[in-house]
């Protein structure tokens, strides 16, 4: 069992900026996929970035040239730097590890952009 906790999220005007962090469990940190997904109000779970094992990375449109997503192998923690924020990017943010088969969630946290 891997659990999985995100934390740093909270409310930002628009342009702000906010870091938010994942930390997860367990030794074989390091084999996973990390993914960073998002949930607004009424609509579906988009996932929002990725980062391999091997550190490559990638991100939706929506966010490309915004947000950052990287890994510290040795603290078992993935981050997503979201920079420009825009009340479209309000949701709740949640991360996911994948272990192949399946994976596991976080609780998420939730992620405000308003004036």
């Known amino acids: 069992q891997v659990q999985v906790v995100e934390s740093g999220g909270g409310w930002v005007q628009p342009g702000g900026s906010l870091r938010l962090s994942c930390a997860a469990s367990?030794?074989?940190?390091?084999?996973?996929?990390m993914n960073w997904y998002r949930q607004a109000p009424g609509k579906q779970r988009e996932l929002v970035a990725t980062i391999t094992r091997a550190g490559v990375t990638s991100s939706a449109d929506s966010v490309k040239g915004r947000f950052n997503i990287s890994r510290d192998n040795a603290k078992n923690t993935v981050y997503l730097q979201m920079n420009s924020l825009k009340p479209e990017d309000t949701a709740v943010y949640y991360c996911?590890?994948?272990?192949?088969?399946?994976?596991?969630w976080g609780q998420g946290t939730q992620v405000t952009v308003s004036s």
């Open positions: 367990g030794s074989r940190f390091r084999v996973y996929a």
């Open positions: 996911y590890a994948d272990v192949g088969s399946f994976g596991y």
